[in-house]
């Protein structure tokens, strides 16, 4: 059972960003590009302006590379140890980290805590991070498979979710379509009304029931995600990690891909908090 650390108490104001007629849901099956793309969410009849999933097919098998790899905009990595290192983040750099399995998970990984962010369980490993949580930005995570299921988890929820989005979403993605996201957000915000139904947003909210990878490597990883909804309905966003500066980062594309409908977990690891 996940152990809660929602800091917005009933009684506050929260970001229209997190009401059902924005993001909020969509924020949950997968990371979101707001180009004004209106996606049908859990139930069916709740609209969103934004598209969720990133780059990565689904046909391709998921593999690991030990060696260096390249990276998704064609850099080459430069750091391949399993955690520590340089980190941009803006905080000091990354404490040694004791995760070192290089193999692409096909089991639910063990030694996994889920704890509540704002209602959603996210997961985090003593061994595979996050090692360091200053405010809304949890960091650090193990250069494997493990640490870039952790990050994917922990950013994709955080960036959108998160009182402090900015920082979140400025620290921790990169990609083309990432100063549109924060470019539009804070526009929005300016007119939404910032109070949001505490019922209608918890029954928009998902949560992680499962994974896959698609593609791993030393660079670069490719993991599809199912979050259910309260009424049962599930879907899968595919995102993508990059390893940057010392640490996974979620790569923010210009046009992510639509996050889609799954009937069951067939296929997929079963994985979740709640």
């Given at each position: 059972?996940?152990?809660?650390?929602?800091?917005?108490?009933?009684?506050?104001?929260?970001?229209?960003?997190?009401?059902?007629?924005?993001?909020?849901?969509?924020?949950?099956?997968?990371?979101?590009?707001?180009?004004?793309?209106?996606?049908?969410?859990?139930?069916?009849?709740?609209?969103?302006?934004?598209?969720?999933?990133?780059?990565?097919?689904?046909?391709?098998?998921?593999?690991?590379?030990?060696?260096?790899?390249?990276?998704?905009?064609?850099?080459?990595?430069?750091?391949?140890?399993?955690?520590?290192?340089?980190?941009?983040?803006?905080?000091?750099?990354?404490?040694?980290?004791?995760?070192?399995?290089?193999?692409?998970?096909?089991?639910?990984?063990?030694?996994?805590?889920?704890?509540?962010?704002?209602?959603?369980?996210?997961?985090?490993?003593?061994?595979?991070?996050?090692?360091?949580?200053?405010?809304?930005?949890?960091?650090?995570?193990?250069?494997?498979?493990?640490?870039?299921?952790?990050?994917?988890?922990?950013?994709?929820?955080?960036?959108?979710?998160?009182?402090?989005?900015?920082?979140?979403?400025?620290?921790?993605?990169?990609?083309?379509?990432?100063?549109?996201?924060?470019?539009?957000?804070?526009?929005?915000e300016k007119t939404a009304d910032p109070q949001a139904d505490e019922a209608q947003d918890r029954a928009a909210q998902g949560q992680i029931a499962g994974f896959k990878f698609v593609t791993y490597t030393s660079g670069?990883?490719?993991?599809?995600?199912?979050?259910?909804?309260?009424?049962?309905?599930?879907?899968?966003?595919?995102?993508?990690?990059?390893?940057?500066?010392?640490?996974?980062?979620?790569?923010?594309?210009?046009?992510?891909?639509?996050?889609?409908?799954?009937?069951?977990?067939?296929?997929?690891?079963?994985?979740?908090?709640?």
């Amino acid at each position: 059972m996940a152990e809660s650390d929602n800091r917005t108490g009933t009684g506050e104001p929260r970001s229209p960003w997190l009401r059902t007629g924005f993001v909020f849901a969509m924020a949950f099956v997968g990371f979101v590009a707001v180009i004004g793309v209106a996606v049908l969410v859990s139930s069916g009849s709740a609209d969103s302006s934004d598209r969720g999933g990133g780059p990565g097919s689904a046909s391709e098998p998921a593999r690991s590379e030990k060696a260096r790899a390249r990276t998704g905009d064609g850099e080459t990595d430069s750091d391949t140890s399993s955690g520590g290192g340089k980190s941009s983040h803006g905080g000091s750099s990354c404490p040694e980290l004791d995760e070192r399995q290089d193999d692409v998970l096909t089991a639910a990984p063990e030694g996994v805590a889920w704890k509540l962010f704002h209602t959603v369980a996210l997961p985090a490993s003593k061994a595979a991070g996050p090692a360091v949580v200053e405010g809304d930005v949890a960091r650090c995570y193990a250069h494997t498979p493990l640490g870039a299921l952790l990050a994917t988890s922990q950013i994709s929820v955080r960036y959108l979710a998160a009182d402090d989005w900015r920082k979140v979403t400025r620290a921790q993605t990169v990609g083309a379509g990432r100063q549109s996201y924060i470019e539009a957000r804070t526009e929005s915000e300016k007119t939404a009304d910032p109070q949001a139904d505490e019922a209608q947003d918890r029954a928009a909210q998902g949560q992680i029931a499962g994974f896959k990878f698609v593609t791993y490597t030393s660079g670069a990883a490719v993991i599809q995600t199912v979050w259910r909804f309260p009424d049962g309905k599930m879907q899968a966003a595919t995102t993508t990690a990059l390893w940057r500066d010392g640490d996974w980062r979620l790569e923010y594309p210009a046009d992510p891909a639509a996050p889609t409908p799954v009937d069951s977990l067939a296929g997929f690891v079963k994985w979740g908090g709640v």
